[in-house]
């Protein structure tokens, strides 16, 4: 069984390794259910490229994009990688 920080540090890990990341902002923890697994739901933020999006559109979006690490919450296994949308205000 993992616990919470080991949770936050294998999702900032893997966002390293997959998403080649400066380091990410810890936003949400949650535990959950997911196909039949308890897990780690660990949202991380991460700046947005600047030079990806300008003008109007890149207002809109905002700076951030937050993205969810399902870690299984047994074994710390990277179960699933979602975005995570967020509700305009």
């Known amino acids: 069984m993992i616990d919470v920080k080991q949770a936050v540090q294998i999702a900032k890990e893997k ?5 080649s990341s400066s380091t990410p902002s810890l ?7 997911y196909q039949g697994r308890e897990v780690w739901s ?6 947005r490229d600047p030079d990806k999006f300008s003008g109007i559109v890149g207002l809109a979006m ?12 047994e074994s710390g296994e990277l179960v699933a990688l979602k975005l995570r949308e967020v509700a305009a205000a």
């Open 62 to 73: 905002g700076r951030f994009e937050y993205k969810r690490f399902l870690i299984d919450a």
């Open 42 to 47: 660990i949202t991380l933020g991460f700046l």
């Open 15 to 19: 966002a390293q390794e997959l998403l």
């Open 27 to 33: 936003e949400e923890i949650e535990r959950e259910s």
